[in-house]
Nanobody, 134 residues
């Protein structure tokens, strides 16, 4: 069975940090670009960040929503079949369920996929809750 599994969510105080993980089961992430989305109660789902199939380690391999730029960092470890989202300086408005999603294709080999069109993504995880509160 092909699936993505998120972990690492929890309750954190404002200004704190969390690292989310997105692990693939049943398939290799090696040829997939990955994105993180989030959905807060009563709000629409929004794209947070994405990373290309090949991570050059430069800014060209990743994209970020304006609201998280400079605070969140996406990375991938293909050997571990896992993508990470390091979240620093968390704010109450970051509270949401966070989902990872995967899209296959050489189109995203060196450039990150869009985080504005969730329909492009073929596989989705079940989500992990992040709550930022004092």
């Amino acid at each position: 069975q092909l699936q993505l599994v998120e972990s690492g969510g929890g309750l954190v105080q404002p200004g704190g940090s969390l690292r989310l993980s997105c692990a693939a089961s049943g398939f290799s992430l090696e040829y997939y670009a990955i994105a993180w989305f989030r959905q807060a109660p009563g709000k629409e789902r929004e794209g947070v960040s994405s990373i290309s199939v090949r991570d050059s380690g430069t800014m060209d391999s990743a994209s970020y929503a304006h609201s998280v730029g400079g605070r969140f960092t996406i990375s991938r470890d293909n050997a571990e079949n896992t993508v990470y989202l390091q979240m620093n300086r968390l704010k109450p408005e970051d509270t949401a369920v966070y989902y990872c999603a995967a899209v296959y294709g050489t189109l995203w080999y060196y450039q990150p996929p869009s985080i504005t069109n969730a329909d492009e993504y073929q596989y989705w995880g079940q989500g992990t809750q992040v709550t930022v509160s004092s």
